[in-house]
């Protein structure tokens, strides 16, 4: 009421000075509250980026299923070139028309990229992100081969096929992967614990079996006595190593029984984890600001940025 009376009567004579005070402080509050709301709108001002938005980032449109499809048809094809062209025979006799393929895939997923950060209020909040580093590293080895000659970043090309987790944001897909993401992050203390404890366990069980064995069985030291516990424990068995003696034996089906039991062990927590998380609605809502996904389905804000969804 003070705020309309000072923004329409600048002099009115009935206020005291207290009074105009706390309203013109009103005022300057509300001016600082509508900056920031327009300083954290997701699209901005243009109705242009906020249909590019929600035409890349998100599926539950026409114009983003039909977005979403091409580029999962596009990644695929690029993913299958990079296959083609790790073969001998095939990139000595397609050599160049592979090469040109891929600097065409090359283009149109940097214009994707650039498209991406366009789109959205904080591009360097996407760009420093998972997903972000993987759009990146999705077009750099082919530009980095301008400069480095080799077949060294076939590998990193193959990380496009990351990028179909991202796409694929039905509903019923990002549940599940939110449930098992929750499920790992809240159960990664009490993973961590147990495999010092297997740590432990391996120098111990290690140092039995070298003392019982000794080098002239193949137990040359206590690390490789402790790299035959791993095998055994995780019941591998290369059997490149293998106790001769009785109690060797012995301790080696101790073991093998033992690595039986401890399997079950890091299964069970994360299945309770996941029991707990069941309970919990995600949806398939991404962040306007940072392209983070994977929020409860009541989220108002940002769980990584704390922008408003």
Request: glycine content about 6%; aromatic content about 12%.
């Amino acid at each position: 009421m003070l705020l309309a009376i000072v923004a329409n009567n600048k002099y009115n004579p009935f206020l005291s000075t207290k009074q105009i005070i706390k309203a013109k402080l009103e005022q300057k509050l509300l001016f600082t509250i509508l900056k920031l709301m327009n300083q954290n709108k997701p699209y901005g001002s243009s109705p242009r980026r906020e249909k590019l938005y929600l035409t890349i980032f998100h599926s539950d449109t026409r114009a983003g299923r039909a977005f979403n499809l091409v580029l999962v048809f596009l990644i695929l094809l690029s993913v299958f070139t990079v296959m083609l062209e790790s073969i001998y025979s095939i990139r000595i006799k397609y050599g160049d028309g592979l090469i040109t393929i891929e600097w065409v895939f090359t283009l149109l997923f940097t214009i994707e990229y650039i498209l991406r950060l366009l789109s959205i209020a904080r591009p360097l909040k996407y760009a420093f992100s998972f997903f972000g580093l993987i759009d990146f590293l999705a077009i750099a080895p082919t530009y980095l081969t301008l400069f480095f000659s080799g077949d060294s970043f076939l590998i990193i090309r193959v990380l496009r096929l990351l990028r179909i987790f991202r796409v694929f944001k039905l509903p019923e897909y990002l549940y599940e992967a939110s449930l098992i993401n929750e499920a790992l992050k809240a159960s990664v203390r009490k993973i961590s614990v147990f495999i010092f404890s297997i740590l432990v366990l391996v120098v111990i069980i290690g140092s039995m079996i070298y003392v019982i064995e000794g080098p002239k069985n193949g137990f040359t030291d206590i690390p490789t006595s402790m790299y035959w516990v791993i095998v055994t424990l995780t019941t591998v068995g290369y059997g490149d190593i293998a106790p001769l003696s009785a109690p060797g034996k012995l301790l080696a089906s101790l073991v093998m029984l033992l690595g039986y039991g401890i399997i079950a062990v890091p299964t069970g927590i994360v299945s309770v984890e996941i029991s707990r998380a069941s309970g919990r609605n995600y949806s398939s809502r991404s962040c306007p600001s940072c392209g983070e996904s994977g929020h409860s389905s009541d989220s108002v804000f940002c769980k990584y940025c704390g922008n408003k969804l």
